[in-house]
């Protein structure tokens, strides 16, 4: 998937020269993974969710294909990339909530923020191997390639969820697919203030953060390092989040999880300020790597606690509200870093972001419900006490 996401967005910069259609590309992702995902959350609660993942792989393997052979034949064009684009999203929000509402029934609820952890910590290794293979593969061979070990590789996720074995809740999926389930789902993300919040946050942080938009503009015109460099860029921030996962995975569980998720978002914030004044590419690596720390410190936490506060039964759809939020957020983060940074510059985008998601956790932080949140030692959420 990290080829796919290299190999686009190299490719939509190379054939528009423009940071404002990288953005765009952000775009076509946010649309249809925010409109649809409240639908993946209900399919998630009444299928069985490995069979609704198998499907959703499946269905990317086919747009991953197309795209190799359209860059083969050298007739890629842009509209091509932003309707792969929206049809990658478009699957990914189908089956996103399933797979997130998949690991509590893998694991005891006493060791879920570990495995948790364990699982950020084996999607980026993928994130570190990805770019920076692809970027080796980009600059020797095109984007063709990137695309066809994209499309390869969706087969080993299937054989991976063939041989799981687990079953739901039984009462999963009794409700089936109708509107009130849906309010549901949001009547119970309503009555916890903690799961209100913690959307909020992560929404927030995503959209004025992540200034992954705008690396390859950093990588071709500030720093001068090419596909090779943006690879090296793209890795780093995973090599900080693989950091940090791997020290979550192997510690106890986390007993004052609210304040670890605000402070891993607060050095998130804090690095990527100083990606934006790095006067040199690996200072600007070293940052993009406190940056996946930061994060993952906050998305393992933050995913502890909306699993532990969520019965089995209400998973896919509240998972899924979290997405509309989560998953769109990064995608319009995208999209208002390219404006920023056609408008200012890059600088001025990564910079203000940063800022914008420091103000953002400061506000969060009054919120008792996330401030006090605490875990007891057997995996169960203590009561907040105004």
């Known amino acids: 998937t990290q080829f796919t996401n ?8 190379e054939l528009t020269d423009s940071v404002t259609q990288i953005g765009l590309l952000g775009l076509a992702r946010a649309l249809p993974q925010m409109g649809l995902v409240l639908f993946g959350g209900l399919l998630a609660d009444t299928f069985d969710r490995r069979q609704l993942l198998m499907s959703t792989q499946l269905a990317q393997f086919f747009v991953s294909g197309a795209l190799c052979l359209l860059s083969l034949l050298q007739a890629i064009a842009p509209w091509h990339l932003f309707a792969a684009s929206a049809l990658l999203a478009l699957f990914t929000a189908l089956g996103g909530p399933a797979r997130q509402s998949f690991i509590p029934s893998l694991v005891p ?11 950020n910590t084996q999607r980026n290794v993928g994130q570190i191997a990805g770019p920076s293979l692809a970027g080796l593969l980009l600059a020797a061979t095109g984007a063709a390639w990137c695309y066809a070990v994209d499309a390869v590789s969706w087969f080993a996720i ?31 993300s309503l009555s916890q203030p903690v799961l209100l ?19 390859p503009v950093y990588a071709r015109d500030v720093f001068q390092v090419g596909a090779n460099g943006l690879g090296m860029m793209y890795a780093a921030s995973s090599v900080g989040a693989v950091a940090a996962a791997l020290v979550l995975s192997t510690r106890g569980e986390p007993r004052r999880a609210g304040i670890g998720a605000l402070g891993g978002l607060a050095f998130y914030g804090f690095c990527i300020a100083g990606f934006a004044l790095s006067p040199s ?9 406190g940056m996946g720390a930061g994060d993952t410190v906050n998305a393992v936490l933050r995913m502890t606690i909306v699993q532990l506060v969520t019965p089995d039964a209400l998973r896919g759809r509240v998972s899924s509200l979290n997405s509309v939020f989560t998953a769109g957020g990064p ?28 103000l953002l956790v400061a506000g969060v932080a009054c919120v008792p419900a996330v401030r006090r949140f605490r875990i007891t030692p057997a995996g169960v959420p ?3 006490r105004s």
């Open 197 to 215: 919040a913690l959307i909020v946050l992560d929404f927030g942080a995503n959209f004025f953060g992540a200034p992954r938009a705008l690396l």
């Open 158 to 188: 299937v054989i991976a969820l063939l041989l799981v074995h687990t079953r739901q809740a039984q009462d999963v999926g009794r409700r089936g697919i109708a509107l009130d389930a849906l309010r549901e789902g949001f009547r119970f």
């Open 382 to 384: 203590e009561p907040v």
């Open 281 to 289: 590419f690996w200072l600007a690596l070293v940052m993009l790597a």
């Open 109 to 119: 609820r006493a060791h879920l923020s570990n495995a948790i952890a364990l699982n």
């Open 331 to 358: 995608q319009l983060g995208q999209f208002r870093s390219g404006i920023v940074a056609d408008w200012w510059g890059p600088s001025a985008s990564a910079l203000s972001g940063g800022l914008a998601t420091l």
């Open 6 to 13: 290299v190999a686009m967005a190299w490719q939509i910069y």
